[in-house]
């Protein structure tokens, strides 16, 4: 079984179907998680900032992760197929469906790793005269960035994960290898398609762990790390607001 799947791997003959076939599966991926993260992130921190539809925003997420996606998938075909037309027909219930499937972890993310920000050190910021956006932006963020990202990196993988079963309705990606294997009963292209679906999804994981270190180095170093930052950033704002206003009032 394992000689049969590594010959149908690097055989010549599927060396440039796999290469499409990955080119697209990372376009739906990438694609999906990106207009989620549009649309979860700003929803994720006025949540965060302002305590606001918490408890619905918590409860809509954790009911999109019970949707079951080959149903929704079906759903919006059929629902909307007919309208739209052509190949748009599956390709945009395709990317709903995975949007439906990547927007509740990025939420959750967000919302928490705003949330989680140590009130010292928004009293701090306040108590220096930083409004609620310069709050926002200088203070929370930089702390909730490792579970912002985190929320990103979860919602990517299940949508890596996920979008095999775009080829059930006539798309393209990894997950054609898996139909396809399954109607002429070539199961070494079957498990040939499960394992690069695996391999990628190992490789984003990497990456975006990779990622992570470089755009959240102030987390790295835990929590209070994070804060003590957040404040000293605080902290160089006032001080540069009173330098300001001691030379304009010299001159």
Known sequence: MIGGILAWLTDPANTAAIGR????????????????????????????????????????????????????????????????????????????????????????GTYSGIAAVDPAARDAAKGMGMRGRQVLTDVEIPCALPLIFSGVQSALL????????????????????????LAVRDYYQMAGGAILVAVLALAVDLLMSLLQKQVTSAGLGGRRRAVRGARDTASELHTEDQTRQATGSTT
């Open 158 to 181: 299940q949508v890596i994960a996920t979008a095999t079963i775009a080829a059930t309705a006539g798309m393209g990606g990894l997950g054609r290898f898996l139909i396809d294997g």
């Open 21 to 108: 076939r990955l080119l697209e599966h990372l376009e739906y991926s990438l694609l999906a998680t990106l207009i989620a993260a549009l649309i979860a992130i700003p929803i994720g921190l006025y949540i965060g900032h302002t305590g606001r539809g918490s408890v619905v925003a918590v409860s809509a997420a954790g009911a999109a992760r019970a949707i079951p996606s080959l149903g929704l998938l079906y759903l919006f075909v059929v629902w909307l197929g007919p309208i739209i037309g052509g190949d748009l027909a599956f390709y945009i219930p395709n990317m709903l469906v995975l949007i439906v499937l990547a927007i509740p972890p990025i939420l959750s």
